[in-house]
Every structure is written in structure tokens, then in C-alpha cells.
């Protein structure tokens, strides 16, 4: 079963759209983190969101974590081609963490 | 923002032998570190969580016989491979806990290390 929904999968977008990735669960989380992973690379954390309803602004990209603290959104503003990677939102709960299964963003010029 | 390191970067071995892999929080001392592996075009998979001075916990399906886990300090963690065959080449990521403020821990990633069994 898995914890944390994310969608969508895959994402090809033209450079200079706008799009949204979410992240969606049943479960209630005390934080929820976003990642970007480059190939061959480990995941580079964006951002860690803890308060219900908190909005947070990472140049770009807005981040957005739900009121019951279960679901949260990536919005990116005017994608470019460095933004192409893999997204991860991961939710803390106790000292474990819960990995969504991701969103594959290519970004073409 | 804190930095995990991983040694090697990527190993290229024979089947039958025994690779480790080291992560280290650099700047920080970790409460619990984790051992992914992730295969091609897909999410990281959980295997084991560490935590320093004791056993470490394996998810379901991962052989802790297969997969040894030291966690020796609070800043290295190591993953040994024993009897490599070519099933287990993959991209292995490490990452580190930091505690943060009201409670908050964050996960930190090392780059990853990439292991090819012939």
C-alpha cells in the first residue's frame, strides 16, 4: 500500500509553462519534504513544510502544505530546462519517513 | 544545508565477492540514517533504518544476512553487500537525519553509489 500518492507520474512540458505536481495521502504527517533527484545523482532537498496550510516560495516554485497536513502541492512558475528532474515529497512521521513514488518533469526548450 | 557524503562513488565488482559502501554525515552528527536502493526511472526504496549502537531495522523483503548494516558512530553508517550477484546491481542512496528545531528532522541524501556485479 502505498502511503503517499503523487501525481502525476510523468510530465513533459514546453519551457515557460506553468504545471503542478501533488502529493496526496490518507495519512496525517508532522512534515513533509520536497526533493529533486538528478540522474545518477542522490535526492537534493527543496524544501520542508510543517505547519498546516503553510505556503512557502523557493524562487519558482511554491510549495504548499495542506490545513489537515496530509497532502501537499509543488507548483512551478515558468518551468525551464534546469528543472527537469525527478520530484519527491516524503512525509515525516515519528522518525520514519514515507517517499512518494515521484514525478518524472522533463522540461523541452 | 548538511552534507552526506558516500564512499565509493561507484564499484564495479565480481559476483560471489563483498562491497561496502560508507556514508558519513559530514557536518552533523545524525540520530538515524537510512540505506535506499533505487532502480532505474523509479522512486527510492527503503531497505533498512539505522540507528547508531544498535541493530539496524530491515523492511520486509530485505535480507539483513544479505544486506549488513554497521552503524558505528554517530556520523558513519556502513552498507556491505556480501556475496554480490548481479540481481543486486543497483543505485544505492544513503541519508542522514539531522534534528531540527521543534522537532523537525530533515532528511539529508548522499550522492549515491552505483554498483555493478558481474
Known amino acids: 500500500t502505498q502511503l503517499l500518492e503523487q501525481s502525476p507520474q510523468f510530465l513533459s512540458i514546453q519551457e515557460g509553462e506553468n504545471l503542478t505536481v501533488y502529493c496526496n495521502s490518507s495519512?496525517?504527517?508532522?512534515?513533509l519534504q520536497w526533493y529533486r533527484q538528478e540522474p545518477g545523482e542522490g535526492p537534493v532537498l527543496l524544501v520542508t513544510v510543517v505547519t498546516g496550510g503553510e505556503v512557502k516560495k523557493l524562487k519558482r516554485l511554491t510549495f504548499q502544505f495542506g490545513d489537515a497536513r496530509k497532502d501537499s502541492s509543488l507548483h512551478i512558475t515558468a518551468a525551464q530546462p534546469g528543472d527537469t528532474g525527478l520530484y519527491l515529497c516524503?512525509?515525516?512521521?515519528?522518525?520514519?519517513?514515507?517517499f512518494g513514488p515521484g514525478t518524472r518533469l522533463s522540461v523541452l526548450p | 544545508g548538511a552534507v552526506v557524503s558516500q564512499h565509493p562513488s561507484w564499484v564495479i565488482c565480481k559476483s560471489g565477492t563483498s562491497v561496502k559502501i560508507e556514508c558519513r554525515s559530514l557536518d552533523f552528527q545524525a540520530t538515524t540514517m537510512f540505506w535506499y536502493r533505487q532502480f532505474p526511472k523509479q522512486s527510492l526504496m527503503l531497505m533498512a533504518t539505522?540507528?547508531?549502537?544498535?541493530?539496524?531495522?530491515?523492511e520486509q523483503g530485505v535480507e539483513k544476512d544479505k544486506f549488513l548494516i554497521n552503524h558505528a558512530s554517530l556520523t558513519l553508517s556502513t552498507l556491505t553487500v556480501t556475496s554480490a550477484h548481479p540481481e543486486d546491481s543497483s543505485f544505492y542512496i544513503c541519508?542522514?537525519?539531522?534534528?531540527?528545531?521543534?522537532?523537525?528532522?530533515?532528511?539529508?541524501f548522499g550522492p549515491g553509489t552505483r554498483l555493478t556485479v558481474l
Open positions: 541519508s542522514a537525519t539531522r534534528p531540527g528545531l521543534a522537532g523537525v528532522d530533515t532528511q539529508y
Open positions: 495519512s496525517v504527517f508532522s512534515s
Open positions: 539505522s540507528n547508531e549502537g544498535s541493530k539496524a531495522t530491515y
Open positions: 516524503a512525509g515525516a512521521r515519528w522518525q520514519n519517513f514515507v
